[in-house]
């Protein structure tokens, strides 16, 4: 038998659980983060889900593509029933 | 013993090596067992309290307490007498200037690179001569790998997840140099970076692998090349400025110091004369124009150049400075350089070793 240690941290145990996903986004509030590097595709993806999709889109803009979001922003975010972010610049 | 993490057992050494991988424990590469044993004898050399921690790593905020440091750098093959380094690499990473979070997702390749100075890079026989940022060299290797270990299994950016980077490179196992002191005609990387002579240090920045650069003669004759490579269009830097990292080997610092070029008249000629016309830089096309008004918005693209002046010629950097030279590889016709991540962050910050 040998015995070793986990390099891992473990999972918090009062970790927020992530809502539940809507079956569509009809009347769905919906936070869109933006970093403002493509507004032209993040304002075309927001006319898709509002006249296609009927979802009520709020814009929020994060001050860094390349860093994360301030929590206030996060916090604002999480109101919504679902968010939609980039990661990867 | 005042270790908390989890304690696993198998059955046998098999077992446990495909245990790693099953659990997403390892980078690919089998792993040295973090037996208790091996991992408090590294706790021991540090003689810090295990649970101190040095900070959440990114992106999903496992804290690097001292255990969770020795559990990850066993695994990566150091002894107890490499962890001080790895320990101050850990700590120069989560340097905001260094924006880690951002570095372990970017679509980018670039990588957090390790370079070791002073007495201890010597002690522990880390490579700073031929075939430097290649295998061979345990303190290389083990230093380099217990570091990413850490970030792989504290950080958790994995690359099916969110770990972005649409290429990478190999120092994502380990990239870990030292940088060559005593065949050297100029101050260390260290204490050029604000250290005291005779001290040991590390300096973390994050960049690509190394270009190679066929850098031999005058010393005009190695500007001509090393401007050229710096300031190829496919670099961040010529589009973000950022920093960037120029690696000359011993034979190259000779020539210029027999010339009486000091590193600082070298890197200020780098600045000046590593430089693209707006118009190539302009035909890179509208996406790279984006990125730099964004960098601009952000308020970390300097106004001074004139953009919509055609006989403009587009900087790297935006000052000297951001223009690292250190001294590493054998006495040949080669030099390096590895570009920086851009404007987003990578930059480099350096850290003393106890």
Redesign the interface.
Known sequence: ??????????DRADARPPKKRPASLEGVSVALVD????IPFTTHLETLMTTRYGAKVRRLVK??????SPAALIADAAEADVAVVG??? | MNLISERVTADDYDEAIELFYDRHWTDGLPVVLPTPKRVQALIDYVKREPQESLGAIPPKGGQATIEKLAINAVMGGCRPEHFPVVIAAIEAMLDPAHNLNGVLQTTHMCVSLVIVNGPIARALGINSRDGVFGNGYRGNGAIGRGVRLALWNLGGAVPWDTDKATMSHPGEYAFCIAEEEEDNPWRPLHVERGCPEGSSAVTVFACEGPHSTFCYGTPEEMLHVLTDTMCALGNNNLHVLGQTLVVLNPLNAEEFAKRGWSKDDVRRYLWEHARRPIGDVRACGVVHEQFRKMERDAGRYPLRWDLDNPTTRVPITARPEDIHIAIAGGRSYFAAVLPGWGGFGGFAVTRRIP
């Open positions: 038998m040998i015995e070793f240690l986990s390099p891992v941290w473990p970093d403002n590097l493509d001050p860094s593509g390349t860093a994360p990661i990867g610049l």
